[in-house]
């Protein structure tokens, strides 16, 4: 889908300037045409000559060459754009893009320009967390730019934490999304998807919760965002890296996932339950470590509110799709929660079956709605994914 495209790839001054080098390749490869613009400092991590080599194109930085005076003009260079890719995206560029300083070319170019913007933020873990870059994130995404979040993992300050760049396939596949309209059938609509497991704490320590990873939730979300729809992932604790283009909400417990997706149902067309939410939290939390003793211990535990089932009280003809593992009796307890929870349809994974359930890359479906059941092959958790987000786009036809 890249062949032919312009991509705009704009290099800001992170130690992440490297794997720019292996995404304008990507690009490349995949037949785009890639004319980079480097702000001044980005010099000092990748070197114009690698990167105009790559891209078989001269690098711009300045306004214009000292030399002879020639032009380097940010309106002709946001024309010419069908992307422009920010990759890596410093916290000072950010701010900058959020507040419209334009005092170098690759801003200036950012604020002329009418194509699509998106920008893989690379920064130290605390930047990254901090209010105000959140801030400033949340601004450019009110704005319509698309970020591709940074993964977890081992920073250049020694550092581990959230604030790698997210890796250049991740990168060129979702400028590659992005630009092919076909797959745009979901643009407009806005979903929430809920994801991995939650975790009820019994004292600071130790806390109740489950073996779900969050892949087929993180499948569906990904799905989704590249269908064009805006999605909020409401994630329990799990692993995994953001998929591109995705907001994500982090909480801790059923309670906090509560709170967080019913607040976002009003303003959603459907929401898709994929996380493993506790059915049971402790009565009492113990705000100190509770100390053994030789005699056996009780944790009285009371119900959590059912989400999905409060999503089906507001439903007023939002889709809403269910999640259900069983282990017996499968289909009739499938059905049930159907009714219940006034889901569309449901996803039933049984146990019983080799290849489904926690952790692994594949799962075995069965969709459960009022005309009854479809059973699906052994698939991997993103062909689920999109078998998932075709029935709701059947949906959202009828
Ligand atoms: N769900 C939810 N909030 C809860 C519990 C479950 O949103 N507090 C959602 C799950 O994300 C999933 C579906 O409801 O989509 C699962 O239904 P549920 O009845 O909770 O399944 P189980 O916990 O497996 O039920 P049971 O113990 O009755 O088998």
Redesign the pocket.
């Known amino acids: 889908m890249l062949k032919g495209k312009h991509i705009l790839l704009g290099i800001t001054g992170s130690i992440a300037a490297y794997k720019a080098a292996v995404l304008c390749r990507l690009l490349k490869t995949a037949g785009a045409e890639v004319q980079v613009v480097m702000t001044p400092l980005a010099k000092q991590f990748i070197t114009p000559l690698t990167m105009a080599t790559l891209s078989k194109n001269p690098i711009l930085v300045e306004f214009f060459d000292p030399e002879n005076g020639a032009w380097n003009s940010h309106v002709a260079l946001g024309e010419w754009a069908d992307c422009f890719l920010i990759a890596p995206a410093t916290a000072n560029t950010l701010a900058k893009m959020a507040h419209g300083i334009a005092d170098n070319l690759l801003l200036t170019t950012y604020l002329s320009s009418r194509a699509p913007v998106v920008v893989a933020p690379a920064m130290d873990l605390d930047m990254f967390a901090h209010a105000t870059t959140q801030r400033n994130l949340a601004e450019l995404r009110r704005t319509g730019v698309h970020i591709i979040e940074p993964a977890d993992g081992e920073l250049a300050s020694g550092l581990a934490g959230k604030g790698r760049m997210a890796e250049p396939a991740q990168i060129a596949a979702f400028v590659d999304a992005l630009l092919d309209e076909k797959k745009k059938s979901l643009q407009g609509k806005r979903f929430i998807v809920?994801a991995g497991a939650t975790i009820e704490a019994i004292d600071p320590v130790r806390y109740i919760s489950n073996h779900s990873s969050g892949k087929m939730g993180y499948a569906i979300a990904g799905e989704l965002a590249a269908r064009g729809a805006e999605v909020l992932l409401v994630s329990g604790r799990t692993a995994l890296p953001a998929p591109a283009g995705v907001t994500r909400y982090d909480v801790l417990s059923?309670e906090e996932?509560?709170q967080a997706?019913v607040k976002a149902f009003d303003t959603a067309d459907g929401a898709v339950?994929?996380?493993?939410?506790?059915?049971y939290t402790p009565e009492h939390y113990t705000d100190h470590k509770l100390k053994k003793d030789d005699g056996g211990l009780v944790i009285r535990l009371q119900r959590?509110?059912?989400?999905?089932?409060e999503?089906g009280r507001r439903k007023a003809g939002r889709i809403l799709?269910?999640?259900?593992?069983?282990t017996d009796n499968e289909e009739a307890?499938a059905q049930e929660?159907l009714r219940?929870?006034q889901?569309d349809f449901?996803v039933l994974n049984s146990l019983r079956d080799a290849g489904a359930g926690f952790r692994g890359d594949t799962n075995k479906v069965t969709f459960i709605d009022a005309a009854g059941s479809e059973a699906l092959p052994l698939l991997t958790k993103g062909e689920v994914a999109q078998r998932i987000a075709d029935k709701i786009e059947r949906l959202i036809q009828k």
């Open positions: 809920t059923a996932m509560y997706v339950m994929c996380a493993a939410v506790a059915d959590t509110k059912d989400i999905a089932a999503l799709v269910g999640f259900a593992l069983e307890h929660k219940r929870k889901f449901v």
